[in-house]
């Protein structure tokens, strides 16, 4: 992605992340729409659980820019999705990661991370996107695996 790329979808011209998205892409499953965001589950489940919540209001590329009453709400479906991870997954720790340097919108990648997920004490990230683990759940896990998710959340 060149530096005008990026800077064009950081203004939110075709941002692939503004509302509204698809509930299924070749890339994720929605899991739930919460108070500021909406909780997807990419099709990559190289650490089972894994997921993006992407805020929904507007086009907003950094925390800086929510108003207080944002960030709480944003804050709030965050700790909800970590938590219905935890509940469902059992990992053995939790990342949160907001980055944007590839899609510039506000989202939260939470990435459950197991003691023998092979990149345990490491980032998850390669420099490299083509060495990234990439594991696709059979058909029936994964919807099991939504459907848990969801229902942990109520």
């Not at 950081?10 to 509930?23: I, K, S, T, V």
């Not at 909406?38 to 507007?58: C, E, I, K, M, T």
């Not at 999705?81 to 990661?97: F, S, W």
Request: charged share 25%.
């Amino acid at each position: 992605m060149t530096a005008t790329d990026w800077d064009t979808l950081a203004a939110g011209q075709g941002c692939a992340f503004d509302a509204p998205r698809a509930d299924r892409t070749a890339h994720w499953d929605k899991v739930a729409t919460l108070t500021a965001s909406s909780w997807y589950l990419p099709h990559n489940q190289a650490y089972r659980g894994h997921g993006v919540l992407v805020f929904d209001p507007r086009h907003a590329t950094r925390l800086d820019q929510l108003s207080a009453a944002e960030w709480a709400a944003y804050a709030a479906d965050l700790q909800r999705v970590v938590r219905a991870i935890v509940t469902v997954c059992k990992p053995d720790h939790v990342n949160v990661e907001s980055l944007g340097n590839l899609m510039p919108h506000l989202h939260w990648h939470v990435i459950p991370r197991y003691k023998n997920d092979g990149r345990w004490g490491s980032p998850i990230w390669s420099a490299d996107l083509k060495e990234q683990p990439d594991r696709r759940l059979p058909a029936d896990e994964r919807a099991r695996l939504l459907q848990s998710l969801g229902d942990a959340l109520r």
